[in-house]
Structure formats: C-alpha cells, structure tokens
Nanobody, 122 residues
C-alpha cells in the first residue's frame, strides 16, 4: 500500500506560478512511477504529467508542455509539479497517483491522493 498526500495548491493570478508536492509513504514509494492528473468542474479527469521511478522518462500533456515541470526526489519520497505561466484553464483539482509504468491513462495507476485545488484567476 502506498499513501499519497498532495500539497501546494492555492489561488494565483494568471501568469503566476505554483509548485505542487506529492509526498508518498508506505510500501517502497520509490519503486513506482508517479503521475499528475487534474479534474475541472464538469470535466473528466485528464493526464497532466508523469515521471518513471528512475526519473529517466517524463511525459507531459500538450496543454502544459513548456509551462509545467515534473521532478522527483526519491530520497524524500516526493514528486513535484512546478507550474509556471498559469492560465485560468489550469484551474482544477490536481491529483497525484502511483503506478507501475507512468502511462498517460488513469487506469494504469493503483494509488491516488486526495487532491489539491488550484485556482487561477484572470
């Protein structure tokens, strides 16, 4: 079992930045790939970014490429999502998830956090 806790969300103006953290505990979190997903009101959950357990492979949704950066510190069992140049359309609840491959589909992930709200005002 892996327990995930997101933090770092909040309210920011368009063009601003936030850094989300995903702290993992439990059964060897460093063995898992981690993905970030988001869900806006009335919309389906969508993939944002993922990083494999070694950090060697990283994937981004087209909508965040060049603005968001995912990274991990395995010694701290923490994965980060640095979000720059935020837009109102980035407003959503952001979830981190742990799974075996770091795929872009949510069904690949076995463990999920509770989410953190990100609100970008125009």
């Amino acid at each position: 079992q892996v327990h995930l806790v997101e933090s770092g969300g909040g309210l920011v103006q368009a063009g601003g930045s936030l850094r989300l953290s995903c702290a993992a505990s439990g059964r060897t979190p460093s063995l898992y790939s981690v993905g970030w997903f988001r869900q806006a009101p009335g919309k389906e959950r969508e993939f944002v970014a993922s990083i494999t357990r070694s950090g060697r492979n990283i994937y981004y949704a087209d909508s965040v490429k060049g603005r968001f950066t995912i990274s991990r510190e395995n010694i701290k069992n923490t994965v980060y999502l640095q979000m720059n140049s935020l837009k109102p359309e980035d407003t959503a609840v952001y979830y981190c998830a742990a799974g075996p491959t770091g795929d872009v589909v949510s069904s690949d992930y076995d463990y999920w956090g509770q989410g953190t709200q990100v609100t970008v005002s125009s």
